[in-house]
């Protein structure tokens, strides 16, 4: 159990950002609960973050100068976001309840308020491997397991989860109190991580 805290903490960790972003321009989001559901990004550190927070589908909720340091968002960005507000849609009106209480498969977000999950879907997964929600899903089954790539997705996040809070903390004199990784450290908007430059 305590495993399964550290592991969403690990996604909520990368798509706090993203559901910041994605407030002001989905209806029905609850920003207060969802923030305080999230755990709170380590105070000195929020650095290892930024890359993942560019936050795609809302540019016109910031400043011109913040949209200058973004990354443009990727060529499935509006499908995502579609699909993404098809599911908030539906789930109008249970956004703080728990997901595994809303959704029907839900062995990885245990305790994650339901609306955060599309978010978490979107930014969190979608956007960091570039991918349409059907690299993961048949769309519309989101609760099958009709492709391998939900389950390593999973296996994705017990990894993080083993990074983050057993092997990083052991290596020392790093500059950051808190280093962390998330699936963007890793895919930076590709299926398969790079392994030359
Ligand atoms: C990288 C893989 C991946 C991508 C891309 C992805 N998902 Fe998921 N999705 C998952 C995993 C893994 C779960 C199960 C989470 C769990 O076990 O708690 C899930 C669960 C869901 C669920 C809950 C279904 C239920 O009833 O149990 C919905 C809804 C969903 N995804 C929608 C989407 C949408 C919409 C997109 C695109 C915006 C998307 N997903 C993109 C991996 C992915
Ligand atoms: C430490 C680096 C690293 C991190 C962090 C990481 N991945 Fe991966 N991921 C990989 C590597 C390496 C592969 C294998 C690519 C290959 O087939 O050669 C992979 C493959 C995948 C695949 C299979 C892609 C396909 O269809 O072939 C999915 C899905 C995936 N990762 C999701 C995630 C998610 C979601 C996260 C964050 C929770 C994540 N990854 C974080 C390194 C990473």
Sequence with gaps: MLR???AFAAIAY???SASLAARSQVPG????AEAAAAPAPP???SSAARPSMPPPGSPGANPPAMRAA???PDSFAAERDSLMNDVLEKIAGRENAPAESVFKNIRLLKGVPAGRLPRIMNFGFGRSLGVRCRH???EGHWDAEDKPQKQIARDM??????INTELLPKVKNLKSEHPTVNCTTCHRGAVKPALNL
């Excluded at 989001?29 to 207060?32: D, E, H, K, T």
């Excluded at 996040?157 to 083993?162: A, N």
């Design 4 to 6: 399964r805290m550290f």
């Design 70 to 72: 973004m990354a443009p």
């Design 136 to 138: 993961c899903h048949v």
């Design 14 to 16: 990368l798509a706090v």
């Design 157 to 162: 996040s017990e990894m993080l989860h083993t």
């Design 43 to 45: 105070a000195r550190d």
């Design 29 to 32: 989001s609850a920003p207060a």
